[in-house]
């Protein structure tokens, strides 16, 4: 902790930092929706899309879905899609489209079956370093807002 900087929680979702100035900073600690946390990482997919398919590749990814970029094809919040990477497939749905050019496409995916190997990385041990980088922080704030 910085010398003379205090934290505490304001909100369930917020916490202040006040610091000697006497000027306070206050961020936003939301929870986090996701059942799982994201690893930033590109790999080449092949991607069915109705009748045909294409090459794509991740942008980030989980044990239980991506973010995919370089898709051409329209795609449907709702639509049942395969995913091929390797000798590994799977069918996702399609959570969410954003479209960024006339034929480029970015989309959120979720495994209907997750599969930890699909990817074929070893995401439990990155989840589980991230989950105790948050616990670290969560009980260091908590124990200098008791200090005050």
């Not at 006040?18 to 936003?28: E, L, R, Y």
């Not at 070893?122 to 200098?144: F, H, I, P, W, Y």
């Amino acid at each position: 902790m910085i010398p003379g900087l205090s934290a505490s929680r304001q909100y369930a979702t917020k916490v202040t930092f006040k610091c000697p100035q006497n000027w306070s900073i206050v961020t936003d600690m939301a929870p986090e929706r996701r059942t799982h946390k994201r690893t930033k990482m590109v790999l080449p997919v092949k991607v069915s899309i109705r009748n045909g398919t294409e090459l794509a590749y991740t942008m980030d990814i989980t044990a239980g879905g991506a973010r995919l970029g370089g898709v051409r094809a329209q795609l449907k919040p709702g639509e049942v899609i395969s995913l091929t990477r390797g000798s590994q497939k799977a069918k996702f749905r399609i959570v969410w489209v954003q479209q960024l050019a006339t034929s480029e496409f970015h989309a959120g995916i979720e495994a209907l079956q997750p599969n930890e190997r699909f990817w074929g990385v070893d995401l439990s041990c990155r989840e589980r370093e991230a989950q105790e980088n948050v616990d670290t922080l969560m009980s260091l704030l908590k124990g200098s807002s008791r200090h005050k």
